[in-house]
């Protein structure tokens, strides 16, 4: 990585097993993504007019990258949820890609602090034909997840909200999901800064902290899918 980074101790210190992969430099990932967005994972109207909502609101242009929401919304769809918790909403878009991969009668309850993103949010939810499936509850989401009642479970809990709180998060996640259920949290490479935390800093360190708190919570059995900037995919035991 560089002189002055990396160390004994670190996560890189383990026995290297070699992939099979190429070299990451010569792996081509916007191309890659751009391949499995073009086959799998092509944004509707709908889609497009949330990013472009979500432009004239002038929101951060952080919603899930098309191929990592089509991969939580297989995830679903594999386990047959009925029963969604999101933790950060934004303008709705990924809110729009989960419901779609609920039943007519399935329910996605997703947490958002701030008011005006809920707003332009509902509004996304509601041209996208799926109002009566979709609620977007406004409030800190920690305690909003302490307020939910586990009776019914949910199938699913998403996180993609402030990283500093994802290890706040797991065990209000754990309490809520159920037993093979899943637990799903975008950003678990951190743009490969995980692979040195203490040297990067910030928020490297606190999406660290939460991958070695769900690989050692005997609740989970976990691991990180590559897709995007990594999917932590965790299944409730």
Known sequence: MGEGRGGGGGPGAAEIIVSGAPAPSELPHDRLDEYVRHLFAREDDCLRAIRA?????????????????RAVQILLRAIGA???LEI?????????????ALPPDGKLITLEIDPDRAAVARKSVEDAGLGDRVEVRVGDALDQMAALDPDPPFDAVFLDADKERYCDYLDQAARLVCHNGLLVADNALWRGEVLDPEWFGGLAVDIHRFNERVAADERFEATILPVGDGLMVAVRR
């Open 53 to 69: 909502r979500a432009a004239e609101a002038a929101l951060p242009a952080i919603q899930l990258p098309p191929a990592t929401a």
């Open 82 to 84: 009925r029963r969604v």
């Open 88 to 100: 950060g909403t934004l303008a709705g878009y990924s809110a729009v890609w989960i419901a779609r």
